[in-house]
Every structure is written in C-alpha cells, then in structure tokens.
C-alpha cells in the first residue's frame, strides 16, 4: 500500500495554464506539507497544514493555492503557470510535531513549455 | 531564516572507503534529519537525532548531531556500490505549531564505484 501518493507524476503544460496535484495519504498524519525540489535537488517547504487548517505559507505566490478536504488530502492548485515553475513537488505527511519523520510521495514532475 | 550548509555537494569514492557528510547552521536546531532520495522517488527518513551530542548508529552509518544542536554529520565506513545516492539533512525549529515543515540542506550526492 502506497503511504503517499500523488497525481500526477508528470506533468507537461503551457505557460500560463492551470493545473492541479492531488496528494493523499492513508497513515492517519494530521499534518501535511507541499515542498519544491528545483533543478540541483534543492527541497524548499511551501505550504503545511494542520488538521485541514493552513499552518505555513513560504512566501509562495499566490498563483498556488493549497487546499485540504479532509485530514488526509492536501491538493496544490496552481493559476496561470510560468517558466519558473517547472520543478518537482513533493508532497509529505507527519504526525503533529517537529520531531516526527516527515513520509514523501514520489513528486510530481511539472515542466512548462 | 534558518539555513543549512550541507557539505560535499558531490562526492565520488571506491568501494570499502569511509566519508562523511556535513551539516552546518548558526541556527540551532529542535531536530535534524538525515534522509536518502533515489531517482524518481521522494526522500525517506533514515534517521532522527534531537539532542545534543547525540549519535546513533544505523548499520555502516553513523550520525552524529552537535553539541550546540546547530550542526551534524554523517559517516560511512567501508562504503558499498548501494550506498549510492542523494542524502539531505534537513532540521526542524519548533515554533509552538509543530507543522513548521523542514529546512533541507542542499544535498550531498554520493557515488560508490565497485
């Protein structure tokens, strides 16, 4: 059974589009996380939420939006897309606190043409 | 703005070396976290250290966390042609929420020739 998963893998679309990622996990975590791996592997945290409430936002432009239907799905909708946002987006999940291993799904390749 | 200085950023050696990777900050840490990303997958969890001066031992790895909690490594001894990989620490700071996510240092890529 996959612990994380996220839809799609890849991604290809055009600049100015926009696209969705759904990710959900079934290890009962009440914290989930977006992160974003550019080109040299650099993983940066965007987004986590708590309990399907926003925790923290990196200062990520407001194109992305994060949102939580429930406890294990945390989606990542992103509006008029641009070059820079080619990169792999990680989503993860934990239990609450800043001791606890964080679990990753595989990412979603996003390049923009 | 927490950062992590992760040393070396590529690192190519024979099979049976040692290595160690380092994980530098003038931050101090609530915990640090080493994990081991393969191609095409997302990054898992090899170990969790949160006190300082602490080690613990996994197999052929040994990490170590810093006095001060602001700095890490991680030893290989006698490394293996699987021992190949990206590795990244990534440490937590505990703002009162305990969602804050992860600061990754930049990643060591690690290749072990037979």
């Known amino acids: 059974d996959t612990a994380v998963s996220q839809t799609p893998k890849y991604l290809v679309t055009q600049m100015g589009n926009d696209k969705s990622i759904k990710c959900e996990q079934n290890?009962?975590?009440?914290?989930m996380y977006w992160y974003k791996q550019d080109s040299k592997k650099f993983l940066k945290i965007m987004f986590s939420?708590?309990?399907?409430?926003?925790?923290i936002n990196e200062t990520v432009p407001n194109r992305f939006s994060p949102k939580s239907p429930d406890k294990a799905h945390l989606n990542l909708h992103i509006n008029s897309l641009e070059l820079g946002d080619s990169a792999v987006y990680f989503c993860?999940?934990?239990?609450?606190?800043?001791?606890?291993?964080?679990?990753f799904g595989d990412g979603t390749r996003l390049s923009i043409l | 703005t927490q950062l992590l200085e992760q040393s070396p950023q590529f690192l190519s050696i024979q099979e049976g070396e040692n290595l160690t990777v380092y994980c530098n900050s003038s931050?101090?840490?609530?915990?640090l976290q080493w994990y081991r990303q393969e191609p095409g997958e997302g990054p898992v969890l090899l170990v969790t250290?949160?006190?300082?001066?602490e080690v613990k031992k996994l197999k052929r790895l040994t990490f170590q966390f810093g006095d001060a909690r602001k700095d890490s490594s991680l030893h290989i001894t006698a490394a293996q042609p699987g021992d190949t990989g990206l590795y990244l620490c990534?440490?937590?700071?505990?703002?009162?929420?305990?969602?804050?996510?992860?600061?990754f240092g930049k990643g060591t890529h690690l290749i072990i020739q037979p």
């Open positions: 993860a999940s934990s239990q609450l606190g800043v001791r606890q291993p964080q679990h």
């Open positions: 290890l009962g975590h009440d914290t």
């Open positions: 939420y708590n309990n399907k409430e926003l925790i």
């Open positions: 931050s101090v840490f609530s915990s």
């Open positions: 250290v949160v006190t300082g001066g």
């Open positions: 990534a440490g937590a700071v505990d703002s009162g929420g305990g969602a804050d996510g992860l600061t």
